[in-house]
């Protein structure tokens, strides 16, 4: 059984920082892409980055240079660093991979939180 649980989340100042956590069991992460999703209340779920499994990242240009995703392959674990955090940054956010025989697996989610 395939499972991702976030975990990390929390109310912060605009301005902070916070680390999201992503585990996984069923999987391993270094054998597959995964990334970071999140969901504002009353709007469509958004990507915040991505990782491959050779270690390569991406992101779009709202969160590019304040977060960073990062993996650590003997926890079997990926992370995103929050940096520099805005207001509207506030969402839950997911964890996601995507797997041939399953499809999209996606965590519970982590909600953030961010106040001005």
């Known amino acids: 059984q395939v499972q991702l649980v976030e975990s990390g989340g929390g109310l912060v100042q605009a301005g902070e920082s916070l680390r999201l956590s992503c585990a996984a069991s069923?999987?391993?992460?270094?054998?597959?892409?995964a990334g970071w999703y999140r969901q504002a209340p009353g709007k469509q779920r958004e990507l915040v980055g991505t990782?491959?499994?050779?270690?390569?990242?991406g992101y779009p240009n709202s969160v590019k240079g304040r977060f960073t995703i990062s993996r650590d392959n003997a926890k079997n674990t990926m992370y995103v660093q929050m940096n520099s955090l805005k207001p509207e940054d506030t969402a839950v956010y997911y964890c996601?991979?995507?797997?041939?025989?399953?499809?999209?697996?996606w965590g519970q989610g982590t909600q953030v939180t961010v106040s001005s």
């Open positions: 996601h991979v995507f797997l041939d025989s399953l499809g999209d697996v």
């Open positions: 069923g999987i391993i992460f270094r054998d597959n892409s």
């Open positions: 990782m491959t499994s050779g270690g390569n990242t």
